[in-house]
C-alpha cells in the first residue's frame, strides 16, 4: 500500500517535471508559428513539421553547429580524460612534493570560477583568439581538475602491485599505462567522461566568450543567435525545433549509455 | 620498485599542469591585474587604476545590486537542487527495475543545456501557458519583481537536480544497513532514523552537493540569458549578466572586476562551507 501511494507520487511529480517540458517541445516543434505562439499542449491542428524542421536546418545554422560542437567536444573530452589519466598515475604514485603542490593546485581549479576575461586576452595574445583552437585548449585546462581529483583518489585506493608485476614482466611504462592503469581507472573515467561530455555539449557562456563569428559557433550559441533574432516575440516553433536537434545527440549518447552511467554515479564514483 | 625514482613521474602530469597552468591559473592571476586597471575598448594601454572600476561600478548603482541577486539566486538555487534532489534519492534509494525507470526519467533534464532549459521554462512559465491555465491564474512568472529570481532559480534546479539526485543515491547507499536495523530495534521512527543516522552520515554527499550547487549558481548566466536577460529591471541582473554588459560596452577593467567579485564570493562561501560541514561529518 505505502509502495502504491510513493509510486503514484513520483509519478504525479514526473508528469510536470519531465514529461510536460518533452511534450511541450516535440509537440509545438510541429505547429506553425501562430498556433506555436499560444504555447498549448494540444496536437497540431496543421502539421509544420518539414517546414520547421527546414528553417531550422536552412537558417538555424544547425549542421554548422552541429559540425562545430563535435569539432570540439571530441578533443576535448579525450584530452580531459587521457591527460587527466596520465596526470592522475603520476599524482597518484609520485611522492614529489613539487608534484603534490600542483595537485593541489589542480583542486583549486575545481571549485575556483575560470576567468573568462582575461582568458580572452590570453588568447588573443597568444593569436588562438576567436576560434575553436583556443576554446579546446581553455576548456581542457579548466575542466582537467576534476577528471584528475576524481582518478588521483582512485589510484591511490589501488595497491601498486599490479603495475610492478607488469613492469617486472618487462613491460615499458607506457604500456603499464595503456593495460594496466587505464582499465583499472575505467569506471571513474567513463562517469567523469560522461560528465564531461554533458558538460561540453551544453557549454554557453564560454562559448559566448571565445568563440567568435557563425563558421565556429556551436549548438548552443547557434541557438541563442537564433533565438536573440527575434527577441521581442520567440518563434517558438522554430526554437522549441532547435532545442530538440540540439539535444538528440545528447539523448542518443545517454540512451547507449544509461546503465553505466547511473549505475557508476550511484556506486559512488563521484564521491568527493 | 621499478618505478620509485621521482624525475621519471614528471612527464606523466605534466601536460596537464601545463595546460591547468597557461589555461586557469595564469588567467586567474591576470584578473587580480584587470579587476584593478583601466583597460577598455577606447585605449589600447592597460594602466592599474587602483579601486577606480569597483568606484565607478558602486556609482552606476551596479555592483551591490548585482551581488545581492547573485548571493539570493544561488541560496534559492541550492535549497530548491538539494529538497528535490534529496527527496527523490530517498523515495528511489533501492536499486530496483521500477526505481532504475524513474533515476533515469529524473536525469533527462540534465541533458538539456541550461539555455535550452531557459527557453522550454519561458514556455511553460509563459503568462498564458501551461502552468497558468493548469493553475487558472494569468501570472508573469518571469516578468513579475516578486518572482522572476525564485523562477530563474528554480530552472537551474530543474536541469542539475537528476544529477545531485544521484549523488545523493550514492551516499545513501554508502549507509551500513546494521545501523539502521539497531535503530529500528531501539524504536526510532521513520523520522527519528532519518534525522539521527541518516542524515549524519550522508555528510559527505552533503557537503559535496551543498558546495557544488551554490558554486555552481553563484556563476548563474545561461538560464538569466535565455529567461529574462537581467529583468524585470536589474531584479534577475546576477555579477556575470552585468560582466557580459560591461564587457559589450568595452568596460574590460570593470567586467574584470565583476568576475572577481564572483571569484570572492566562491571563495568566501565555499571555504567556510566545507569546512563547517566537514566538522559535522560523522564516520561510520
Redesign the interface.
Known amino acids: 500500500m505505502r509502495a502504491v501511494l ?2 503514484t ?2 509519478t504525479l511529480f ?1 508528469i ?3 514529461l ?3 511534450w ?2 516535440v509537440v ?1 516543434s510541429f505547429k506553425p508559428a501562430g498556433e506555436a505562439a ?4 494540444g496536437l497540431p491542428r496543421t502539421w509544420a513539421i518539414a517546414e520547421n524542421y527546414g528553417i531550422v536546418l536552412d537558417r538555424g545554422g544547425y549542421l554548422t553547429g552541429l559540425v562545430n560542437s563535435l569539432k570540439v567536444t571530441v578533443p576535448i573530452v579525450m ?1 580531459v580524460v587521457l ?2 589519466a ?2 592522475a ?3 597518484g ?4 612534493r613539487w ?1 603534490q603542490a ?1 595537485y593541489f ?2 583542486g583549486l ?1 575545481i ?9 580572452v ?2 588568447l588573443r595574445a597568444l593569436s588562438l583568439d576567436g576560434g575553436s583552437l583556443g576554446y579546446v ?2 576548456m ?3 575542466r ?2 576534476v577528471v ?1 581529483f576524481l582518478a588521483t583518489g582512485f589510484v591511490r585506493a589501488f595497491p601498486r602491485d599490479l ?2 608485476a607488469a ?2 614482466d618487462g613491460a615499458s ?1 607506457p604500456q ?2 595503456v593495460r594496466v592503469l587505464l582499465p583499472l581507472l575505467r569506471p571513474v573515467l567513463f562517469v567523469g567522461g560522461v ?1 564531461l561530455i ?1 558538460n561540453v ?2 557549454d ?2 564560454f562559448a ?2 571565445l568563440l567568435q563569428g557563425s563558421a565556429n559557433a556551436t ?2 550559441l547557434s ?2 543567435q537564433f ?1 536573440s533574432g527575434t527577441l521581442q516575440s ?1 518563434n ?1 516553433n522554430l ?2 525545433a532547435h ?1 530538440l536537434l ?2 538528440l545527440p ?2 542518443a549518447v ?1 540512451v547507449v549509455a ?1 546503465k553505466r ?2 549505475a557508476g ?8 | 620498485m621499478v618505478m620509485r625514482n621521482r624525475a621519471a613521474w614528471l612527464p606523466w602530469a605534466l601536460p596537464a599542469i601545463v595546460l591547468v597552468t597557461v589555461f586557469f591559473v595564469a588567467p586567474f592571476l591576470l584578473n587580480v591585474r584587470f579587476a584593478f586597471s583601466s583597460w577598455t575598448s577606447f585605449r589600447a594601454e592597460i594602466t592599474w587604476n587602483g579601486l577606480e572600476n569597483v568606484r565607478t561600478l558602486i556609482d552606476q548603482d551596479l555592483l551591490a545590486n548585482a551581488v545581492t541577486v547573485t548571493v539570493l539566486y544561488a541560496i534559492l538555487c541550492m535549497a530548491i537542487q538539494n529538497t528535490v534532489s534529496l527527496s527523490l534519492a530517498l523515495a528511489l534509494q533501492r536499486t530496483s527495475g521500477i526505481n532504475t525507470v524513474f533515476r533515469s526519467a529524473f536525469f533527462l533534464p540534465t541533458l538539456v543545456s541550461p539555455l535550452a532549459a531557459g527557453y522550454i521554462w519561458r514556455g511553460l512559465l509563459a503568462p498564458d501557458g501551461a502552468v497558468n491555465s493548469f493553475l487558472g491564474i494569468e501570472w508573469a512568472w518571469l516578468g513579475e519583481p516578486s518572482t522572476a529570481l525564485v523562477t530563474v532559480a528554480f530552472i537551474d534546479a530543474w536541469k542539475w537536480s537528476g544529477l545531485i539526485t544521484l549523488v545523493y543515491i550514492a551516499g545513501l547507499n554508502g549507509i551500513p544497513e546494521s545501523l539502521l536495523e539497531s535503530a529500528t530495534v531501539d524504536g526510532a521512527g521513520p523520522w527519528t532514523r532519518f534525522r539521527r543516522v541518516v542524515f549524519p552520515l550522508l555528510a559527505p554527499a552533503l557537503t559535496f552537493n551543498v558546495a557544488v550547487t551554490l558554486v555552481g549558481a553563484l556563476s548563474a548566466y545561461d538560464v538569466i540569458a535565455a529567461t529574462t536577460g537581467g529583468g524585470p529591471g536589474d531584479h534577475t541582473r546576477a555579477l556575470n549578466v552585468v560582466m557580459r554588459q560591461q564587457w559589450g560596452q568595452g568596460f574590460f577593467g570593470s567586467a574584470s572586476a565583476l568576475g572577481f567579485t564572483v571569484t570572492l564570493l566562491v571563495i568566501a562561501t565555499a571555504v567556510p562551507l566545507v569546512w563547517w560541514l566537514r566538522r559535522r561529518e560523522v564516520t561510520a
Not at chain 1, 111 to 119: A, D, F, K, R, V
Open positions: 510513493k509510486y507520487a513520483l514526473a510536470p517535471w519531465v510536460v517540458p518533452i511541450l517541445v509545438n499560444e504555447l498549448g499542449l584530452a591527460l587527466g596520465a596526470a598515475w603520476a599524482f604514485r609520485s611522492r614529489s608534484l600542483a593546485v589542480m581549479s571549485l575556483l570560477p575560470p576567468s573568462i576575461i582575461p582568458t586576452y590570453l585548449l581553455t581542457t585546462g579548466c582537467l581538475g584528475i603495475e610492478d613492469a617486472i611504462r603499464v599505462f560528465i554533458i555539449w551544453n554557453f557562456f559566448l566568450f549548438l548552443p541557438l541563442f533565438a520567440l517558438w526554437v522549441f532545442v540540439t539535444t545528447l539523448v545517454y544509461q552511467v547511473l554515479l550511484t556506486e559512488g564514483a563521484l564521491k568527493g
